[in-house]
């Protein structure tokens, strides 16, 4: 794989799947800090904030950092996604699974979307068109569904190249 | 609920068939064969807990059907389903696989379409409608077979690759896009016409033009003398 920088719409789209996890999780955030532990990941995320500035990278949040996030830094939040995706795996495939009561589902995806809404804008710049686009209620069901389905299909150790491949897309 | 990472593998001494079991709420994969001992005979006892030959393998699908085959139809499932999967993370699915691999897969509404051909002869197709978390766990099974270190056979997972601009799908539509940059030269052409039609200043007679020639002749006379 590359060792250019991610592209800045990789970056945009690895914080968005971290969001996602976020909303799917209540505890998302300290389960990040817990997995960075476990996965050997203290060095580059120490702690809450190292690991805050890092997602930082991404222009559309509301504190952006400037300059490119350096290359084994993403590839550690790519891990964290991964592993944090297993983690709400079974949340996620309740999500998309055609098998579930539809009310359910249409119950489960509101939540959802009212949290992970939120926490987008908390955090990010709602003046972007990007930003703007993820609160609109029509465009932003199929962002959001994308989303939700890439950290499905990412799950796991074997989806880490997968998701770094995605998020460098036109760069090859 | 999803069942993560239910493997086993019923092994024995030396020579005994393995079986190994990959498992997700709507998919199991079960892979049946025989450790290959003559392919590092300097680590025998490792080998023997290794599945090294595979003599076949079943995989059922969200009770929906139970796919049999041999090594070459599982390196075909391996490579069409993880190339597709891995568009569909860039949120550009698209047609995989054909009928050399015997295994297809393709977007559909509300889900993909997997067709598995028969390598038997005036055999139909069969075609199966999964859903994203029927996909999904298959995804899964076959990652955690790739994964397993009990598995010693030569699969070759696709090369996980960035896509081309071209083949990505484009956020907004072409007149918007062109919007801007239209907008931009459209600006530039219109101040740049502006400015021509402001009259340049023109040097005032006797003031200024006439000493900077005066200037070199005077300095000539000087070292002429």
Avoid at chain 1, 5 to 16: A, H, M
Avoid at chain 1, 38 to 43: A, D, E, I, R
Avoid at chain 1, 97 to 117: G, H, I, N, V, Y
Avoid at chain 1, 153 to 159: D, K, N
């Amino acid at each position: 794989m590359s060792e250019r920088p991610l592209p800045r719409r990789g970056l945009e789209r690895l914080d968005l799947l971290l969001l996602a996890i976020e909303a799917l999780d209540l505890h998302g955030s300290e389960a990040m800090l817990w997995c960075c532990d476990q996965l050997g990941l203290s060095g580059q995320f120490p702690d809450r904030v190292t690991l805050w500035r890092s997602r930082c990278r991404n222009p559309l949040r509301r504190a952006s950092r400037r300059g490119q996030l350096g290359t084994d830094e993403a590839r550690a939040l790519i891990t964290l996604a991964c592993t944090l995706a297993q983690r709400v795996y079974p949340l996620l495939r309740q999500l998309v699974s055609s098998r579930e009561p539809a009310d359910l589902t249409a119950q489960r995806w509101a939540l959802f979307r009212d949290r992970f809404s939120d926490l987008v804008r908390e955090r990010f710049n709602v003046r972007r068109g990007a930003v703007r686009q993820l609160l609109d209620d029509r465009e932003g069901e199929a962002l959001r569904r994308a989303i939700v389905e890439s950290l499905l299909l990412s799950a796991g150790p074997g989806g880490a190249a997968r998701l770094e491949a995605s998020l460098r897309d036109a760069q090859r | 609920m999803t069942q993560f990472s239910s493997l086993f593998s019923l092994g024995g001494p030396t020579g005994a068939p393995l079986r190994l079991r990959f498992e997700q709420s709507s998919a199991r994969l079960d892979l049946f064969g025989l450790p290959d001992v003559t392919r590092d005979p300097e680590s025998a006892a490792d080998s023997q807990q290794r599945l090294g030959i595979l003599t076949r393998w079943e995989l059922a699908i969200g009770q929906q059907a139970t796919l049999e085959g041999r090594l070459d139809h599982l390196q075909g499932l391996l490579e069409v389903v993880l190339t597709y999967v891995r568009r569909l993370i860039s949120s550009s699915p698209r047609h995989c696989g054909g009928e050399a691999q015997r295994v297809e897969i393709e977007p559909r509404e509300g889900g993909h379409l997997l067709t598995v051909h028969s390598s038997q002869p005036d055999t139909p197709p069969l075609r199966l409608v999964l859903d994203s978390a029927e996909l999904a766990d298959l995804t899964q099974c076959l990652d955690q077979m790739l994964n397993d270190p009990r598995i010693a056979l030569p699969l070759v997972p696709p090369a996980a690759r960035p896509l081309p601009r071209r083949d990505l799908p484009r956020s907004a539509p072409l007149a918007q896009r062109l919007l801007a940059p239209t907008a931009a030269a459209a600006s530039l052409l219109a101040t740049a016409a502006l400015v021509s039609l402001v009259p340049l200043p023109r040097p005032e007679p006797g003031r200024g033009a006439p000493s900077t020639v005066a200037a070199p002749s005077a300095r000539g006379a000087t070292t002429g003398r």
